[in-house]
Protein backbone atom coordinates (compact mmCIF):
# COMPACT_ATOMS: atom_id res chain seq x y z
CA UNK A 1 0.00 0.00 0.00
CA UNK A 2 1.48 3.59 -1.04
CA UNK A 3 2.50 5.74 2.13
CA UNK A 4 0.82 8.48 0.67
CA UNK A 5 -2.78 9.46 -1.75
CA UNK A 6 -2.78 11.12 -4.62
CA UNK A 7 -5.29 13.21 -3.26
CA UNK A 8 -3.16 14.41 -0.25
CA UNK A 9 0.05 15.28 -2.97
CA UNK A 10 -2.94 17.43 -5.01
CA UNK A 11 -4.54 19.22 -1.92
CA UNK A 12 -0.69 20.02 -0.81
CA UNK A 13 0.08 21.39 -4.36
CA UNK A 14 3.18 18.77 -4.92
CA UNK A 15 2.35 18.32 -8.52
CA UNK A 16 3.19 21.80 -9.36
CA UNK A 17 6.35 22.16 -11.35
CA UNK A 18 8.28 25.67 -12.53
CA UNK A 19 7.71 27.53 -15.52
CA UNK A 20 8.18 25.49 -18.32
CA UNK A 21 11.42 27.76 -19.50
CA UNK A 22 12.93 26.85 -16.34
CA UNK A 23 12.99 22.45 -16.73
CA UNK A 24 15.87 20.85 -16.67
CA UNK A 25 15.26 18.28 -19.78
CA UNK A 26 16.48 15.12 -17.68
CA UNK A 27 13.08 16.00 -15.61
CA UNK A 28 10.52 15.30 -18.55
CA UNK A 29 10.12 11.43 -17.78
CA UNK A 30 8.29 12.61 -14.36
CA UNK A 31 6.01 15.14 -15.74
CA UNK A 32 2.81 14.39 -16.97
CA UNK A 33 1.86 17.75 -18.96
CA UNK A 34 2.10 21.94 -18.69
CA UNK A 35 -0.70 24.15 -18.36
CA UNK A 36 -0.10 27.89 -18.64
CA UNK A 37 3.38 27.87 -19.03
CA UNK A 38 3.55 25.62 -15.83
CA UNK A 39 4.81 22.12 -15.71
CA UNK A 40 3.02 19.56 -14.12
CA UNK A 41 4.49 16.67 -12.60
CA UNK A 42 2.76 12.86 -13.00
CA UNK A 43 1.99 12.26 -9.61
CA UNK A 44 1.45 8.69 -10.02
CA UNK A 45 5.57 8.47 -10.06
CA UNK A 46 5.31 10.88 -7.29
CA UNK A 47 3.93 8.60 -5.05
CA UNK A 48 5.82 5.39 -6.35
CA UNK A 49 9.45 7.61 -5.51
CA UNK A 50 7.97 8.17 -2.36
CA UNK A 51 6.78 4.65 -1.37
CA UNK A 52 10.48 4.00 -2.69
CA UNK A 53 12.26 6.73 -0.33
CA UNK A 54 10.10 5.75 2.55
CA UNK A 55 11.17 2.48 2.51
CA UNK A 56 15.39 3.22 2.08
CA UNK A 57 14.88 5.83 5.31
CA UNK A 58 12.71 3.19 6.95
CA UNK A 59 15.81 0.37 6.73
CA UNK A 60 18.59 2.77 7.21
CA UNK A 61 16.78 3.58 10.68
CA UNK A 62 15.79 0.16 11.72
CA UNK A 63 19.94 -1.09 10.66
CA UNK A 64 20.89 1.86 13.29
CA UNK A 65 22.16 4.32 10.58
CA UNK A 66 21.40 7.93 11.03
CA UNK A 67 19.71 10.85 8.53
CA UNK A 68 20.57 14.47 8.33
CA UNK A 69 18.03 16.04 6.71
CA UNK A 70 19.14 19.46 5.11
CA UNK A 71 17.37 22.40 4.54
CA UNK A 72 18.43 26.26 4.45
CA UNK A 73 16.23 27.73 2.58
CA UNK A 74 13.46 29.95 4.00
CA UNK A 75 10.81 27.92 3.16
CA UNK A 76 12.39 25.14 4.65
CA UNK A 77 13.92 26.00 7.45
CA UNK A 78 10.89 25.72 10.26
CA UNK A 79 10.02 22.26 8.38
CA UNK A 80 13.51 20.58 8.28
CA UNK A 81 14.05 21.63 12.21
CA UNK A 82 10.38 20.17 13.52
CA UNK A 83 10.39 16.83 11.49
CA UNK A 84 13.93 15.89 12.16
CA UNK A 85 13.41 16.65 15.52
CA UNK A 86 10.54 14.48 15.75
CA UNK A 87 12.62 11.44 13.83
CA UNK A 88 15.10 11.93 16.07
CA UNK A 89 17.34 12.79 13.09
CA UNK A 90 20.15 15.16 12.66
CA UNK A 91 19.63 18.11 10.54
CA UNK A 92 20.83 22.10 9.33
CA UNK A 93 18.52 24.60 8.34
CA UNK A 94 20.78 27.48 8.11
CA UNK A 95 23.67 27.27 6.18
CA UNK A 96 25.52 23.99 5.22
CA UNK A 97 29.79 24.37 6.47
CA UNK A 98 31.84 23.32 3.47
CA UNK A 99 33.66 19.93 4.46
CA UNK A 100 30.97 19.05 7.45
CA UNK A 101 30.97 15.67 5.96
CA UNK A 102 33.99 15.22 4.08
CA UNK A 103 36.33 17.08 6.69
CA UNK A 104 34.54 15.97 9.21
CA UNK A 105 36.92 15.41 12.03
CA UNK A 106 37.93 19.53 12.15
CA UNK A 107 34.04 20.17 12.36
CA UNK A 108 33.64 17.71 15.09
CA UNK A 109 35.75 20.43 17.23
CA UNK A 110 33.56 23.10 16.56
CA UNK A 111 30.77 20.74 17.41
CA UNK A 112 32.19 19.72 20.72
CA UNK A 113 32.92 23.35 21.40
CA UNK A 114 29.44 24.06 21.23
CA UNK A 115 28.91 20.98 23.52
CA UNK A 116 31.11 22.21 26.37
CA UNK A 117 29.66 25.68 26.20
CA UNK A 118 26.17 23.74 26.87
CA UNK A 119 27.75 21.64 29.60
CA UNK A 120 29.23 24.94 31.61
CA UNK A 121 25.95 26.58 31.20
CA UNK A 122 23.81 24.00 32.77
CA UNK A 123 26.65 23.84 35.66
CA UNK A 124 26.45 27.63 36.33
CA UNK A 125 30.18 27.67 34.73
CA UNK A 126 29.36 30.48 32.46
CA UNK A 127 27.30 32.57 35.07
CA UNK A 128 30.80 32.39 37.12
CA UNK A 129 32.77 34.31 34.59
CA UNK A 130 33.30 37.70 33.89
CA UNK A 131 31.29 39.76 31.97
CA UNK A 132 33.29 40.50 29.11
CA UNK A 133 34.33 36.20 29.06
CA UNK A 134 30.64 35.61 29.33
CA UNK A 135 29.50 38.09 26.85
CA UNK A 136 32.04 36.20 24.27
CA UNK A 137 31.29 32.82 25.24
CA UNK A 138 27.68 33.68 24.40
CA UNK A 139 28.32 34.91 21.27
CA UNK A 140 30.40 31.91 20.36
CA UNK A 141 27.35 29.66 21.26
CA UNK A 142 24.98 31.78 19.02
CA UNK A 143 27.35 31.47 16.62
CA UNK A 144 28.08 27.67 16.56
CA UNK A 145 24.12 26.69 17.39
CA UNK A 146 23.31 28.78 14.29
CA UNK A 147 25.56 26.13 12.15
CA UNK A 148 25.60 23.00 14.02
CA UNK A 149 22.51 23.24 16.26
CA UNK A 150 20.75 20.34 14.95
CA UNK A 151 23.91 17.99 14.93
CA UNK A 152 24.70 18.02 18.61
CA UNK A 153 24.24 14.62 18.91
CA UNK A 154 26.32 13.60 15.82
CA UNK A 155 28.63 10.60 15.97
CA UNK A 156 30.49 10.23 12.79
CA UNK A 157 28.86 10.00 9.11
CA UNK A 158 25.26 9.92 8.61
CA UNK A 159 23.81 6.77 6.49
CA UNK A 160 21.99 8.71 3.92
CA UNK A 161 21.14 12.62 4.11
CA UNK A 162 17.74 14.44 2.45
CA UNK A 163 17.41 17.42 0.95
CA UNK A 164 15.18 19.96 0.02
CA UNK A 165 16.69 22.55 -2.84
CA UNK A 166 19.09 20.54 -4.60
CA UNK A 167 20.50 23.79 -6.52
CA UNK A 168 20.74 25.04 -2.79
CA UNK A 169 22.42 22.09 -1.33
CA UNK A 170 24.54 21.28 -4.07
CA UNK A 171 27.46 21.19 -2.07
CA UNK A 172 25.99 18.87 0.44
CA UNK A 173 25.39 16.64 -2.49
CA UNK A 174 28.62 16.71 -3.68
CA UNK A 175 30.25 15.52 -0.59
CA UNK A 176 27.50 13.24 0.04
CA UNK A 177 28.78 11.95 -3.61
CA UNK A 178 32.82 11.95 -2.84
CA UNK A 179 31.92 9.87 0.96
CA UNK A 180 29.17 7.11 -1.37
CA UNK A 181 26.33 8.48 1.00
CA UNK A 182 22.89 7.88 -0.51
CA UNK A 183 21.14 11.22 -1.31
CA UNK A 184 17.41 11.65 -0.72
CA UNK A 185 15.82 14.68 -2.24
CA UNK A 186 12.57 16.45 -3.86
CA UNK A 187 13.30 17.21 -7.49
CA UNK A 188 11.67 20.15 -8.82
CA UNK A 189 11.46 20.17 -12.69
CA UNK A 190 14.05 22.47 -12.90
CA UNK A 191 16.62 20.46 -11.03
CA UNK A 192 19.23 17.66 -12.28
CA UNK A 193 17.79 14.12 -10.88
CA UNK A 194 20.98 12.06 -12.11
CA UNK A 195 22.43 12.83 -8.87
CA UNK A 196 20.11 12.01 -6.79
CA UNK A 197 19.70 8.40 -5.51
CA UNK A 198 16.38 8.25 -4.05
CA UNK A 199 14.74 10.89 -6.65
CA UNK A 200 11.28 12.56 -5.12
CA UNK A 201 9.63 14.33 -8.04
CA UNK A 202 7.78 17.00 -6.31
CA UNK A 203 7.22 21.07 -5.62
CA UNK A 204 9.98 21.92 -3.52
CA UNK A 205 9.15 25.32 -3.14
CA UNK A 206 5.20 25.38 -1.74
CA UNK A 207 5.31 25.24 2.02
CA UNK A 208 2.98 22.27 2.56
CA UNK A 209 4.43 20.53 0.10
CA UNK A 210 8.00 20.26 1.95
CA UNK A 211 5.87 20.08 4.74
CA UNK A 212 3.69 16.64 3.50
CA UNK A 213 6.92 15.35 1.93
CA UNK A 214 9.72 15.43 4.72
CA UNK A 215 6.86 14.12 7.50
CA UNK A 216 6.90 11.33 5.76
CA UNK A 217 10.89 10.93 5.44
CA UNK A 218 10.76 11.84 9.55
CA UNK A 219 7.46 8.87 9.84
CA UNK A 220 10.27 6.68 7.83
CA UNK A 221 12.61 6.70 10.27
CA UNK A 222 10.24 6.37 13.39
CA UNK A 223 8.55 3.40 11.32
CA UNK A 224 12.13 1.55 11.01
CA UNK A 225 13.37 2.53 14.72
CA UNK A 226 10.06 1.23 16.30
CA UNK A 227 8.65 -1.11 13.65
CA UNK A 228 5.58 1.06 13.97
CA UNK A 229 3.52 1.96 10.92
CA UNK A 230 3.36 5.54 10.46
CA UNK A 231 2.47 6.47 6.71
CA UNK A 232 -0.41 8.31 6.10
CA UNK A 233 -2.22 6.03 3.63
CA UNK A 234 -2.02 3.51 6.59
CA UNK A 235 -3.52 6.04 8.92
CA UNK A 236 -6.77 6.89 6.42
CA UNK A 237 -7.23 3.07 5.77
CA UNK A 238 -6.92 4.10 2.16
CA UNK A 239 -8.16 1.05 -0.14
CA UNK A 240 -6.63 -0.29 -3.52
CA UNK A 241 -10.25 1.26 -5.12
CA UNK A 242 -9.64 4.67 -3.57
CA UNK A 243 -5.88 4.47 -5.14
CA UNK A 244 -7.08 3.94 -8.32
CA UNK A 245 -10.04 6.45 -8.20
CA UNK A 246 -6.88 9.14 -7.65
CA UNK A 247 -5.36 7.73 -10.45
CA UNK A 248 -7.98 8.48 -12.51
CA UNK A 249 -8.11 12.14 -11.15
CA UNK A 250 -4.77 12.84 -11.99
CA UNK A 251 -5.75 12.60 -15.50
CA UNK A 252 -7.80 15.68 -14.68
CA UNK A 253 -4.75 17.63 -13.01
CA UNK A 254 -4.97 20.22 -15.95
CA UNK A 255 -8.32 21.43 -15.62
CA UNK A 256 -7.43 21.75 -11.68
CA UNK A 257 -4.58 23.67 -12.66
CA UNK A 258 -6.62 26.10 -14.68
CA UNK A 259 -9.45 26.48 -11.84
CA UNK A 260 -7.22 26.98 -8.82
CA UNK A 261 -6.93 29.77 -7.24
CA UNK A 262 -4.58 28.64 -4.63
CA UNK A 263 -1.42 30.58 -3.76
CA UNK A 264 0.54 27.49 -4.81
CA UNK A 265 -0.48 27.77 -8.13
CA UNK A 266 1.20 30.80 -8.74
CA UNK A 267 4.21 30.97 -11.23
CA UNK A 268 7.10 30.11 -10.06
Given at each position: ?A ?6 L????V?F????R??DPRM ?6 Q ?5 I ?5 T???L??A ?7 S????N?I?I?T?KA??D???E??TR ?6 N?R???G???N???V?K?I ?5 ID????D?A??A??I ?6 M??K??L??L?GG??T ?18 AIQ ?5 G???V?I ?5 N??E ?5 P????AI??LR??T?L?A???I????G??Q????E????MAD ?6 KA????V ?8 E????
Open positions: MVVTMKSLEAGHGHQVRWKHFIFTRNGIHFDLKQVAKDEYAFLSKVREGGVFGKAQIVREAAGAWYVEWVGLMTYATRSDHLKQREEAGVEMGKERTKTKSARSKFLRMEGLPRAIYVIDTHKEHSEAHALIPVAVDTNCPDIDYVIANDDRSLIAMSALEGREVQSEANEHASFAHEAEKEIAEVENSTDDNEVR
